[in-house]
């Protein structure tokens, strides 16, 4: 049975400036913010600081946001930069080690099973067409990236980049997948004086949260459709993470209820699934 669905407010789905602490840093879990499985983090270091972990009974996604990181888990170490991926089972002891300094973000989930740790370098995304492709028109273009998709055997866990065009919207039109997976966006590579508006809700004609969003926010959909926007001359770029309600089950990209008004014409993300 899928969980009870947890409301949406600016106290429980909005995290400010998750990226302003160095080290091994903890924002989003359940006793933080309005879900039941997902949990995310930071790993800062400088020079060539390293932290190490075990991730006990959560499988474990680290995304490289910045510089470059070695990191090793289950006997094998890889050398990261940004926007590589690499999945690493529950019961795992990782490293991660900064060369020349990192930033990755790490999402993670707890699961029964133990899944193949796999490593995906973001080049290899970026040459796949069911992993990288364009979603969307003219003002809602935008170039998403899967990461730890179908291409990752995994129990919770999705995660991916979206990166818009100036001015444009984003996870257009909206849509909900409440049912299946809770997700949260963390806003990336968005330099001063770039903003984005952030909108969660059920009710369109009464949204239930529209948030000013930065780079280093991040911010939880636990249910309802999730459209956003940048202000124009800025892109709204984003690291979307999710967390599937049924281990294995629930875990599908592009499975989405699109806002009745708008699903004449599909998802714009059907490439994916």
């Not at 995304?63 to 690493?88: E, H, N, W």
């Not at 069911?130 to 969307?136: D, P, S």
Request: proline share 7%; hydrophobic share 40%; net charge negative.
């Amino acid at each position: 049975m899928t969980s009870a669905i947890l409301p949406i407010s600016e106290s429980t789905c909005v995290l400010r400036g998750t990226d302003r602490a160095k080290g091994r840093s903890l924002s989003l879990a359940p006793d933080r913010a309005a879900v039941r499985w997902l949990h995310y983090g930071r790993i800062i270091l400088d020079g060539s600081d390293t932290t190490a972990f075990r991730n006990n009974d959560h499988e474990t996604g680290l995304i490289c946001l910045k510089g470059r990181a070695r990191v090793s888990a289950a006997g094998q170490t890889f050398m990261m930069v940004p926007y590589d991926s690499l999945y690493i089972p529950r019961d795992s002891e990782i490293s991660v080690t900064a060369d020349g300094g990192c930033d990755l973000a790490e999402v993670s989930a707890p699961v029964s099973g133990s899944y193949p740790l796999q490593f995906v370098p973001f080049s290899t995304v970026r040459s796949d067409p069911g992993l990288h492709f364009k979603a969307g028109s003219a003002s809602n273009q935008r170039d998403l990236n899967i990461l730890i998709g179908k291409n990752v055997e995994a129990g919770r866990i999705l995660a991916g980049v979206t990166f818009s065009e100036p001015g444009n919207w984003t996870s257009w039109p909206p849509h909900e997948h409440a049912e299946m997976l809770e997700e949260a966006y963390l806003y990336i590579d968005m330099p001063k004086p770039a903003w984005g508006v952030q909108f969660v809700y059920n009710n369109p004609a009464a949204p239930e949260l529209a948030a000013v969003v930065h780079e280093g926010d991040c911010v939880v959909m636990p249910q309802g459709y999730h459209p956003n926007v940048s202000a124009p001359g800025g892109r709204i770029n984003f690291l979307w993470m999710m967390a599937a309600h049924r281990e294995s089950v629930d875990r599908q990209f592009g499975v989405v209820n699109v806002q009745p008004e708008y699903a004449g014409s599909g998802s714009g993300i059907e490439t994916g699934r």
